[in-house]
Structure formats: C-alpha cells, structure tokens
T-cell receptor, first 115, second 110 residues
Framework: NAGVTQTPKFQVLKTGQSMTLQCAQD?????MYWYRQDPGMGLRLIYY???????DKGEVPNGYNVSRLNKREFSLRLESAAPSQTSVYFC??????????????FGPGTRLLVL | SQQGEEDPQALSIQEGENATMNCSYK?????LQWYRQNSGRGLVHLIL?????REKHSGRLRVTLDTSKKSSSLLITASRAADTASYFC??????????FGKGTRLSVIA
C-alpha cells in the first residue's frame, strides 16, 4: 500500500506557465481533496471530489481546475501560474462516512514556486 | 472559512513536560479529529473523538471534547523531542469536507 502519492515533489514555474499536479490513492477511497498550505494560513481547501465523477469548489478555487480521472486519481491544474500560487500543495483522500474510514490520508506534498 | 481554531499558535516546552493545545469550533459536529504534521511532510491522523464521547486516550495522547462549549483539547504527556511538530484539529460535520484549523506549533526542547 503506497497510500496517497503526489507528483512532482518540487516544481518551479514562471508566471503564466501551466502545470498539472498529479495525485493517486490505492485505498479505494471515494473522496479526494486538494489543499494548499501557506505560512500562518493552515490548510485551505481548493477543490474536492466526493465521489468519482463529481467535483466541487472549496475555499480558494480561483486559478485552479481539477479532474477526477477515475476513482484512484485526482489532478489539479494551474492554467496560468501566478506568484500568489506559490505554496505547498497537499492531496488527501478519505473513505465514505459512516465507516472506519472517516480519517483523512495525506500525500507528501508538492512544493511549487512561481517566479 | 476555517471552523477549528487552535490555541496557542505556538508552544515551547521541556522534554518530559505535558503539552496541552486547544481547539474551538463554531457549528455542530459528528466528530473531531487531531492530526500531526512534521516539518515538510503531509498530515498524519492521530485520534478521532465522536460527538457523543467526552474523552479518549491513545498511548500518550488524551483528547477531550466539550460539545456544549464547542471545544476540544489535546494533551500529550511526557513529551519527547520527537513530538516537535504542528498539530491540527479538524471538524467533521457530515457529508462535507473536514475543516482544519491553522494549527499549533509545538517545540519540545531536549
């Protein structure tokens, strides 16, 4: 079991460039999430997918798009990167409550620097 | 917006001492969870307490929940240098994403 994996681990972009952050989970979880973490701001939810085929906006969706490719994979795309998107991005997954899978599992993060 | 708010924002203690951090939230919940984040890593789940529970233990961790005050506390007993990390509470209100607080940074000095 790899849990939640993310690629890449690090990325440097120039303003205006695009990129896709990849996330995959092997725990058969229904729900997947993308967060960003900035100093002093805690975790902020960007987008989530409660189940395969559905996606919803979180707290800070502007400038991002997502795709739930299948049950395992949930990607985050930056169409035109801006310096304000410099952050650490975390993907997470969770089973469907009520169950013993109510806890959330996080990937190792992607560090993104936009110049 | 973030529902859970941890207090204090930062805490520094000596090895062997107990560390207590608190979490307040605003709306009714099904459960409250605590997570730990080591520097540069993803969050790891520590413990979950349901809304009908008042106290729960796991090893050196003790969590309390007071739904009337909408607050929870996490106690780490006999702290170790390896406990140095950020700790986050997260509230679960049902079929919505978990809402995380901003975290408490704990430093345990050897």
């Amino acid at each position: 079991n790899a849990g939640v994996t993310q690629t890449p681990k690090f990325q440097v972009l120039k303003t205006g460039q695009s990129m896709t952050l990849q996330c995959a989970q092997d725990m058969n979880h229904n729900s997947m999430y993308w967060y960003r973490q900035d100093p002093g701001m805690g975790l902020r939810l960007i987008y989530y997918s409660a189940s395969e085929g559905t996606t919803d906006k979180g707290e800070v969706p502007n400038g991002y798009n997502v795709s739930r490719l299948n049950k395992r994979e949930f990607s985050l795309r930056l169409e035109s990167a801006a310096p304000s998107q410099t952050s650490v991005y975390f993907c997470a997954s969770r089973g469907t409550p009520p169950s013993f899978q109510e806890t959330q599992y996080f990937g190792p993060g992607t560090r993104l620097l936009v110049l | 917006s973030q529902q859970g708010e941890e207090d204090p924002q930062a805490l520094s203690i000596q090895e062997g001492e107990n560390a207590t951090m608190n979490c307040s939230y605003k709306t009714s919940i099904n459960n409250l969870q605590w997570y730990r984040q080591n520097s540069g890593r993803g969050l790891v789940h520590l413990i979950l307490i349901r809304s009908n529970e008042r106290e729960k233990h796991s090893g050196r961790l003790r969590v309390t929940l007071d739904t009337s005050k909408k607050s929870s506390s996490l106690l780490i007993t006999a702290s170790r240098a390896a406990d140095t990390a950020s700790y986050f509470c997260a509230t679960d209100s049902g079929n919505t994403p978990l809402v995380f607080g901003k975290g408490t940074r704990l430093s345990v000095i050897a």
